[in-house]
């Protein structure tokens, strides 16, 4: 029996201490080594220098054409995306050879597109040599930290894919898509409100007006931030897969029933109203307030969704 004056051990106050205020520091600052952190930058650094060139072309395209504008998007919400959960990483450095692995894949991939020609078109070789830097990207984390942070961030980590351009085929296709659904849709929209209209495949005729829905028309840059923002919020803030895989799947009917809203409130403004508005900024500058439209519409649906969840949840 211990004499009631005698005080506890030294080791035993501080662990007491410890379990009463918890850890001062996040488990990666705790238990990460600060060479990794020093090796994960001069990885990053080499990355640069091997891919200054698909990295330079891809900016410039990104500014210069609507389809690709979202690519701006993508490195800075992954950053904020691997933030946010940064205190929940695992602190475990455990299978590290993988890192290094994707990391020659990717060094593999750029040396061959580099030294080699290949029958590709150039778009074709740029988004290869994007999805080898994030392939790199992948394996410096692994190789930094452990598999267990590549199993913890594999969203944020396949949402880093997206900075790699698709080719012209891929746009192509795309835009046409949305130019002859948004035709269609808008074709019913118009008839649901009693007006006249003519369609002959993208040509609208309504009285007073033919409308052509053109690429320009497609709207595929809001379109694709539309996919984008949608991909989040399931990431965010729905937890099973299949409500994030239905959520995702809404984003594509909301895109064109915003294009086919746009293409109707123009045409009734432009014959019932001012003539002006076909050729304003309306037109022009307008797409923010339809893709705001859109993104209230998927708010709605992730909130049922979400509501679901918490139901079933519940049940359980």
């Known amino acids: 029996m211990k004499p009631r004056g005698q005080s506890k051990p030294r080791d035993t106050v501080m662990n007491v201490a410890h379990d009463q205020t918890g850890p001062r520091h996040s488990p990666l600052s705790r238990n990460w080594s600060g060479r990794w952190y020093i090796e994960l930058t001069i990885l990053l650094a080499i990355s640069a220098l091997t ?3 698909p990295i ?33 990483l695992p602190n475990s450095s455990s299978r590290r050879r993988l890192g290094w692995a994707l990391m020659a894949m990717a060094v593999v991939i750029r040396a061959t597109l580099a030294l080699s020609p290949l029958p590709l078109h150039p778009d074709e070789v740029l988004w290869l040599n994007m999805f080898a830097l994030v392939v790199f990207w992948i394996g410096t984390a692994t ?44 074709t019913m929209l118009f008839r649901l409100i009693r007006v006249p209209v003519v369609k002959d495949d993208v040509l609208l005729s309504i009285p007073g007006l033919d409308i052509e829905v053109a690429r320009e028309c497609s709207s595929i840059r809001s379109s694709s931030l539309l996919i984008l923002i949608t991909l989040l919020l399931a990431h965010l803030f729905l937890r099973s897969r299949w409500r994030k895989l239905l959520l995702i799947g809404t984003a594509f009917p909301i895109s064109i029933a ?7 409130t123009l045409g009734e403004l432009g014959t019932r109203w001012d003539p002006s508005y076909l050729h304003g900024r309306l037109h022009h500058d307008g ?10 519409i998927e708010l709605s649906v992730l909130w049922v969704l979400g509501r679901s969840e918490m139901q079933a949840e519940a049940r359980q």
Not at 258 to 264: D, E, G, S
Not at 288 to 296: E, N
Request: glycine share 4%; with cysteine; aromatic share 14%.
């Open 287 to 296: 797409g923010i307030i339809f893709l705001a439209f859109a993104v209230v």
């Open 143 to 186: 190789a930094c930290f452990g598999i267990e942070l590549l199993r913890a961030l594999r969203f944020e980590f396949c949402f880093l894919l997206l900075i790699a351009p698709f080719p012209t085929f891929v746009v192509n296709g795309a835009t046409e898509v949305l130019q002859t659904q948004s035709a269609f849709a808008a």
């Open 51 to 53: 891919w200054w060139l």
């Open 56 to 88: 330079l072309v891809t900016g410039r395209l990104a500014l210069s054409r609507e389809a690709h504008t979202y690519i701006l998007l993508i490195v800075p919400l992954s950053i904020v995306l691997i933030y946010l959960r940064y205190e929940e």
């Open 258 to 264: 915003k294009n086919a809203v746009r293409i109707v």
